[in-house]
Each structure stands twice: as structure tokens, then as C-alpha cells.
Nanobody, 122 residues
């Protein structure tokens, strides 16, 4: 069992930056692939980025490439999402999730956090 708690969301102006954190419980954190997702009001949840158990494997949605960076610290059981050059269309609730094995879609993830709100003002 893995429990996930996101933090770091907030209100930021367009062009600004935020770093989201996702703290995981459980001794086997390092064996899980971790993902970030987001859901804007009235829209379906979408995949943003994934990192494999070994940090060199990272994958990004087109909307995140060049602006967002996913990373993890297995000693701290934490995964991060550094978001730069934020746009109003990045406004959403951001979720982290865990599963065994890399995946770049929203389905098939075993554990989810409760989400953290990111609002980007124009």
C-alpha cells in the first residue's frame, strides 16, 4: 500500500514558477514509477509527466515539454514537479500517482493522491 500527499500548489502569475511535491509512504517507494496528472474544471484528467523508478527515465506530455521537470528523491520518498513559464491554461488540480512500471496515460495507476490546486492568473 502506498499513500500519496501532494503539496506546493497555489496562485501564481503567468510566467511564474511553482514546485509541486508528492510525499509517499511505504518502504518500496523506489520501486514505483511516479506520475503527475492534472484536471481542469469541466475537463477530463490528463497525464502530465512520468518518472521511472530510476530517475533517468522521464516522459512528458507535449503541454509540459520544455516547461515542466519531473524528478524524485528516493531517500525522501518524494517526487517533484517543477513548473516554469506557467500559463493560465495550466490552471488545474494536480495529482500524483504511483504504479509498478512506467505508463504515459491516465489509466492503470494504482495509487493516487488527493490533489493540490494550481491557479495561474493572466
Amino acid at each position: 500500500q502506498v499513500q500519496l500527499v501532494e503539496s506546493g500548489g497555489g496562485l501564481v502569475q503567468a510566467g511564474g514558477s511553482l514546485r509541486l511535491s508528492c510525499a509517499a509512504s511505504g518502504r518500496t517507494f523506489s520501486t514505483y514509477a511516479m506520475g503527475w496528472f492534472r484536471q481542469a474544471p469541466g475537463k477530463e484528467r490528463e497525464w502530465v509527466a512520468t518518472i521511472g523508478w530510476y530517475s533517468t527515465s522521464t516522459y512528458y506530455a507535449d503541454s509540459a515539454k520544455g516547461r515542466f521537470t519531473i524528478s524524485r528523491d528516493n531517500m525522501k520518498n518524494t517526487v517533484y514537479l517543477q513548473m516554469n513559464s506557467l500559463k493560465p491554461e495550466d490552471t488545474a488540480v494536480y495529482y500524483c500517482a504511483a504504479r509498478l512500471g512506467v505508463r504515459t496515460t491516465t489509466d492503470g495507476w494504482n495509487y493516487w493522491g488527493q490533489g493540490t490546486q494550481v491557479t495561474v492568473s493572466s
